[in-house]
């Protein structure tokens, strides 16, 4: 599988952004994207995933209310509505795949795909 993520740039406090993770390859097997984000010393950390097999949705307590991950299954593609951006949403933000399951219990560890950066940048 390989990804393409997307959508991300500068925006101010307050403010939203929506991402974007098209996955091309083998799509046909089934797998759970994350979506994980990176800042400057910091470890990667999941934000959000959602189960491709029901689409549940997983998020991290810090932007739950506030971030929405969901899927157009077809277009292969999931994406990552971000409300309400603080300037610490600030990093890179990274899609990932992951075998069934790893939405749901998966660390950064648990994804074996992964797409290219995409940086948000929330200004204060």
């Known amino acids: 599988v390989q990804l393409q993520a997307s959508g991300g740039g500068l925006v101010q406090a307050g403010g939203s952004l929506r991402l974007s993770c098209t996955a091309s390859?083998?799509?046909?097997?089934?797998?759970?994207i994350g979506w994980l984000r990176q800042t400057p010393g910091k470890e990667r950390e999941v934000v959000a995933a959602?189960?491709?097999?029901?689409?549940?949705?997983y998020y991290r307590a810090s932007v739950k209310g506030r971030f929405t991950t969901s899927s157009d299954n077809a277009k292969n593609t999931v994406y990552l509505q971000m409300n309400s951006l603080t300037p610490d949403d600030t990093a890179v933000y990274y899609c990932?795949?992951?075998?069934?399951?790893?939405?749901?219990?998966?660390?950064?560890?648990?994804?074996?795909?992964w797409g290219q950066g995409t940086q948000v940048t929330v200004s204060s």
């Open positions: 990932a795949s992951g075998p069934p399951g790893t939405a749901e219990i998966g660390t950064r560890s648990d994804y074996d795909y």
């Open positions: 390859g083998d799509t046909d097997s089934g797998y759970d």
């Open positions: 959602i189960a491709r097999n029901d689409d549940t949705t």
